[in-house]
């Protein structure tokens, strides 16, 4: 038994070591990765079911390293915001998405889109970020009325105040506030009534279980009902599956994003599926 145990002490820390070696590892070569070119932005657009149109597009962070390859966003961006890179690697997104926008504009006539971009509690709370986005979108010259701010729900439980500061002088900018993940953990009845938000993404995990759980769907029907009256758009995330869709569109839910209807993909790829669409 005592061997046991000690075997199990020595997996255990040897797991805990690779652990850290790796996200030491991720935080080293994720400093060059702007310099080296190993950041992309993929896009996934969203779904306006009743004007059956694409009415946005989200911008998602790719990278691929030499050494590690494709990392995926939800093992590295935790790492850039602990290590403060998350800064820097968010000013590229942007002006990369003001880029990618202007390109838009330019090859489809009509472009009505809304560029959404994420934004990490830890980036938000940096010092003149409203001033920091509002110069980078300046210096483009592109109209933040085109553009939506996705924010987690998850961090504004201690800097209430300060982030409300925050989302209202981005709204008087001009720019559209969502909150991304709802009903994920950290829900508070709080941010939706209390922050001048315009949109709420109900949380994949919430979606995932509206086809086979007659609770997951009580709650999901009343969340959108409770988001109208709020005066809300709501979308719903990580729709997989035609039952889903059709439960959405019987609780008027207003827009859907899912692999169902498109996967996220590079912009090239995205200017055709917007073409066809
Ligand atoms: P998120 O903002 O909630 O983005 C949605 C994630 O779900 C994306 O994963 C997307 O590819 C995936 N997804 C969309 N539809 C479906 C579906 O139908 N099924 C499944 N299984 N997945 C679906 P991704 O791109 O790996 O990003 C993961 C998370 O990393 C994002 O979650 C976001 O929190 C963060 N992230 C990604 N890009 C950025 C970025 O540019 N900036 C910041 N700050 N965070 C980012
Ligand atoms: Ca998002
Ligand atoms: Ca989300
Ligand atoms: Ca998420």
Request: glycine share 4%.
């Amino acid at each position: 038994v005592k061997e046991r145990g000690r075997n199990q002490y020595r997996w255990y820390s040897q797991a805990i070591e690779a652990n850290r070696t790796r996200r030491a590892l991720i935080e080293h070569l994720l400093r060059n990765a702007i310099d080296k070119e190993e950041l992309q932005l993929y896009f996934q657009p969203k779904w306006d079911l009743s004007a059956e149109r694409i009415s946005g597009m989200e911008t998602l962070l790719r990278w691929k390293n030499d050494r590690l390859g494709q990392v995926s966003p939800a093992e590295f961006i935790p790492i850039a915001e602990s290590s403060g890179l998350i800064n820097e690697i968010g000013e590229w997104i942007m002006h990369a998405a003001c880029r990618q926008f202007k390109a838009w504009r330019e090859q489809l006539d009509e472009l009505s889109v809304v560029i959404a971009i994420n934004i990490s509690g830890a980036q938000l709370l940096q010092p003149n970020f409203a001033e920091r986005i509002g110069c980078i979108f300046a210096e483009e010259r592109v109209d933040p009325s085109r553009f939506e701010l996705e924010v987690t729900e998850s961090f504004a439980i201690e800097n209430f105040d300060e982030v409300n500061a925050i989302f209202v002088e981005l709204r008087n900018m001009g720019f559209t506030i969502s909150i991304d993940d709802f009903g994920a953990g950290y829900s508070s009845l709080k941010y939706v009534s209390r922050l001048p938000i315009q949109c709420m993404k109900i949380d994949k995990t919430l979606i995932d279980h509206i086809s086979d759980d007659e609770r997951s769907r009580v709650i999901v029907s009343s969340l959108i009902d409770m988001a109208h009256r709020l005066k809300l758009v709501v979308v719903a995330e990580g729709v997989e599956l035609p039952e889903q869709l059709e439960l959405l569109k019987s609780y008027h839910c207003d827009q859907i994003q899912g692999f169902l209807f498109c996967k996220p993909m590079p912009a090239d790829q995205i200017s055709g599926f917007m073409q066809a669409n």
